[in-house]
Nanobody, 114 residues
Framework: QVQLVESGGGLVQPGGSLRLSCAAS????????MGWYRQAPGKQRELVAA???????TYADSVKGRFTISGDNAKKQVYLQMDSLKPEDTAVYYC????????WGQGTQVTVSS
């Protein structure tokens, strides 16, 4: 069974940091890209950051300079370091993997609040 397992969400104060991790398991030969999306209540799911197998990286404008995505192709893992967190970063964060098919993780809650 192919799946993505996320970890690292939680509650943090504004200005704080969190690190999200996502690991792919199952029969996956090659992953073309992995990324993180988020969905806040009442809003559409949006791209936060993505990284391709070749190392190309994309960030949403709202997180540039604050979030850093990295990946380990051999381990089929992707990470999201989130610094200088703001209340508007509060959302459920979903890991995504593109390996010909599109796979989503179950989501992890990130809450930024004092």
């Amino acid at each position: 069974q192919v799946q993505l397992v996320e970890s690292g969400g939680g509650l943090v104060q504004p200005g704080g940091s969190l690190r999200l991790s996502c690991a792919a398991s199952g029969n996956i030969n090659s992953i073309y890209a992995m990324g993180w999306y988020r969905q806040a209540p009442g809003k559409q799911r949006e791209l936060v950051a993505a990284i391709t197998s070749g190392g190309s990286i994309t960030y949403a404008d709202s997180v540039k300079g604050r979030f850093t995505i990295s990946g380990d192709n051999a381990k089929k893992q992707v990470y999201l370091q989130m610094d200088s967190l703001k209340p508007e970063d509060t959302a459920v964060y979903y890991c995504n993997a593109n390996f010909g098919s599109n796979l989503w993780g179950q989501g992890t809650q990130v809450t930024v609040s004092s």
